[in-house]
Every structure is written in structure tokens, then in C-alpha cells.
């Protein structure tokens, strides 16, 4: 998908959560929705928006209901008094050690990268020297059923026949989940969202000139076999406006920054150390 697009979806990754704020209560104790993305984007290191829709979603109930056990254990544990026996203490301690360790290093680099300037006109060079990259093509959502032989794919167009809107869509993500030898199968056949050019040609072809709502009313055929296509939605190309792009623009020349900024303070603050190894 097209780094604009990605850097736009992660950015709105967690708008409808946050608008909840508070994703599950547990005898009184709230687990708001800030913690259970940071838990997020820890556990998949910024991958989260990539991730099908199922994926997502089975992913943010798994998280809530791990946090939920995990309050639950902490609760059962300090009533039972756990929480003061000397080797949870002596844990504790050593454990708190490491992390504060590790929030500082968290924020001297935070501290360093807020220092980094970019000016205007840095970012608009950037701008109008890749503006290609802020053109976003069409792109398509789209569903497939892929079957051996061209028999199975007409026979699959056959029970689909005469359906439409919502009833073709169902019917559509059964067929896939039963008949489909493709690796999309468990997903309904689901292919996510991509621009022309990522499928075989043969594919390509068929599922552009698709209205969204369609199916393809004879077999595909490619390398891979026979498909039955499902074009769920169609997005127009978007040309992204300075404007619009400017603020990712500069966060990414200040991250290509940060990287000779944090090994130029680390080797000072090597060379201004008396540092021993061993006893």
C-alpha cells in the first residue's frame, strides 16, 4: 500500500477507541482505551494498521481480556497478601531498576528528537522533490474464491446467481470459507485494499473494471487457477496537498534526523565516561 496511506491509517488507528475511552471496567478499576493501545503497538511494533479488519478486532478483544485477567490476578493477589512477602518485594525492586533504566533511555531520546528542528523550507523541498509519493492511486477492496478447475468456478458464479447488496456479500464469505484453496480462505476470501499492479495481470484486469458490489460473471483464470471476484468497494486516486502532508513530512525528516543526532550524543557521552570491564 502506498506510504501515505499507511502513515494516514495509522494515524486515525485508534479514533473510534478513543472516542470510547474507557474499554472495560473490572471491579471499579477502568482500562482505558490509551492503555490498551500503547499494549497495542508495543505487542505488534507499529504493524497494528497493517493487520486485516478481523485481525484487528480479534486482536483488541484478546488485549482487553488479557488486561481484564490480569487485573483480576493482581486483585487476588493482594488480598491474599502476596504483595508483601519479601521475594515479591526483592522482585519488585530489581524489576523497577531495569524499567527505570529504560524509561530514561525512553526519555533522552524523546528529549532529543523534540530538539530537532526542520524549517518550511526543508519540508517543502521534500515535498516537490517526491511529489509522486503523495499521489495515491485507485485502489480496491476485494474478495476472491479460487478453485481448480473452471467447472468449480462457473459452478460457484451458479449459487451465486441472482443475489445482490447485502445477501451476495454473505453468501459471497461462506462460499470462500468452504471452497476457496486460496491462503485468503479463512478470511472469507479477503484480499484487503490494493492499487493496480500488485495482482497478476489477468486479475488486475477483472477486478478494476468491476462495479463494487459485483462479481465477475465468468471465471478468472491465472497461474494460480480459477477465481470468482467480489469487488466490495472502489476509492478514486487522491493527490495529497502540501497542506495536508506537511506534518507527516516533517516528523519523517526529523526521525531521519534522530538517528546521527542519538549516535552523536552517545559517543560524547562515551568519550566524557571513565568506563572498566571486569573487576
Given at each position: 500500500m502506498?506510504?501515505?496511506?499507511?502513515?494516514?491509517?495509522?494515524?486515525?488507528?485508534?479514533?473510534?477507541?478513543?472516542?470510547?475511552e474507557t474499554m472495560?471496567?473490572?471491579n471499579?478499576?477502568?482500562?482505558?482505551?490509551?492503555?490498551?493501545?500503547?499494549?497495542?503497538m508495543?505487542g505488534?511494533?507499529?504493524?497494528f494498521?497493517?493487520?486485516?479488519?478481523?485481525?484487528q478486532d480479534e486482536?483488541?478483544?484478546?488485549i482487553?481480556?488479557?488486561?481484564?485477567?490480569?487485573?483480576?490476578?493482581?486483585?487476588?493477589?493482594?488480598q491474599?497478601?502476596?504483595?508483601?512477602?519479601?521475594?515479591?518485594k526483592?522482585?519488585?525492586?530489581?524489576?523497577?531498576?531495569?524499567?527505570?533504566?529504560?524509561?530514561?533511555?525512553?526519555a533522552?531520546?524523546?528529549?532529543?528528537?523534540?530538539?530537532?528542528?526542520?524549517?518550511e523550507?526543508?519540508?517543502?523541498?521534500?515535498?516537490?522533490?517526491n511529489?509522486?509519493?503523495y499521489d495515491?492511486?485507485?485502489?480496491?477492496n476485494?474478495?476472491h474464491i479460487?478453485?481448480?478447475?473452471e467447472?468449480?468456478?462457473?459452478?460457484?458464479?451458479?449459487?451465486?446467481?441472482?443475489l445482490t447488496?447485502?445477501a451476495?456479500?454473505?453468501?459471497?464469505?461462506?462460499?470462500a470459507?468452504?471452497?476457496s484453496?486460496?491462503?485468503?480462505?479463512?478470511?472469507?476470501?479477503?484480499?484487503?485494499?490494493f492499487p493496480r499492479?500488485?495482482?497478476?495481470p489477468?486479475?488486475?484486469?477483472?477486478?478494476?473494471?468491476?462495479?463494487?458490489g459485483?462479481?465477475?460473471t465468468?471465471?478468472?483464470?491465472?497461474?494460480?487457477?480459477?477465481?470468482?471476484i467480489?469487488l466490495e468497494?472502489k476509492?478514486?486516486p487522491?493527490?495529497?496537498?502540501?497542506?495536508e502532508?506537511?506534518?507527516?513530512?516533517?516528523?519523517?525528516?526529523?526521525?531521519?534526523?534522530?538517528k546521527?543526532?542519538?549516535?552523536?550524543?552517545?559517543?560524547?557521552?562515551?568519550n566524557?565516561?571513565?568506563?572498566?570491564?571486569?573487576?
Amino acid at each position: 500500500m502506498h506510504r501515505i496511506f499507511k502513515m494516514l491509517a495509522a494515524a486515525m488507528l485508534f479514533a473510534a477507541a478513543a472516542s470510547a475511552e474507557t474499554m472495560a471496567t473490572v471491579n471499579g478499576t477502568k482500562i482505558g482505551a490509551d492503555e490498551v493501545q500503547k499494549v497495542v503497538m508495543e505487542g505488534t511494533q507499529g504493524a497494528f494498521p497493517n493487520l486485516p479488519k478481523e485481525k484487528q478486532d480479534e486482536l483488541l478483544k484478546n488485549i482487553v481480556e488479557g488486561m481484564i485477567m490480569q487485573e483480576l490476578i493482581y486483585e487476588d493477589a493482594k488480598q491474599k497478601g502476596l504483595l508483601e512477602t519479601d521475594d515479591y518485594k526483592q522482585e519488585l525492586q530489581e524489576m523497577l531498576k531495569r524499567l527505570e533504566r529504560q524509561l530514561a533511555a525512553r526519555a533522552w531520546e524523546k528529549d532529543i528528537f523534540n530538539n530537532i528542528k526542520v524549517d518550511e523550507k526543508e519540508v517543502k523541498a521534500h515535498y516537490e522533490a517526491n511529489v509522486k509519493e503523495y499521489d495515491v492511486p485507485e485502489t480496491v477492496n476485494a474478495r476472491h474464491i479460487l478453485v481448480p478447475s473452471e467447472a468449480e468456478a462457473k459452478n460457484v458464479i451458479d449459487e451465486l446467481s441472482g443475489l445482490t447488496g447485502k445477501a451476495l456479500q454473505e453468501r459471497f464469505v461462506t462460499l470462500a470459507i468452504k471452497r476457496s484453496k486460496g491462503p485468503s480462505a479463512a478470511k472469507g476470501g479477503d484480499l484487503g485494499r490494493f492499487p493496480r499492479g500488485q495482482m497478476v495481470p489477468e486479475f488486475d484486469a477483472a477486478v478494476f473494471n468491476l462495479k463494487e458490489g459485483t462479481i465477475t460473471t465468468s471465471p478468472v483464470k491465472t497461474q494460480f487457477g480459477y477465481h470468482v471476484i467480489y469487488l466490495e468497494k472502489k476509492f478514486a486516486p487522491k493527490k495529497y496537498s502540501y497542506e495536508e502532508v506537511k506534518g507527516f513530512i516533517e516528523k519523517q525528516l526529523r526521525a531521519n534526523k534522530l538517528k546521527a543526532e542519538l549516535d552523536k550524543q552517545s559517543k560524547a557521552l562515551r568519550n566524557s565516561a571513565k568506563i572498566t570491564y571486569g573487576d
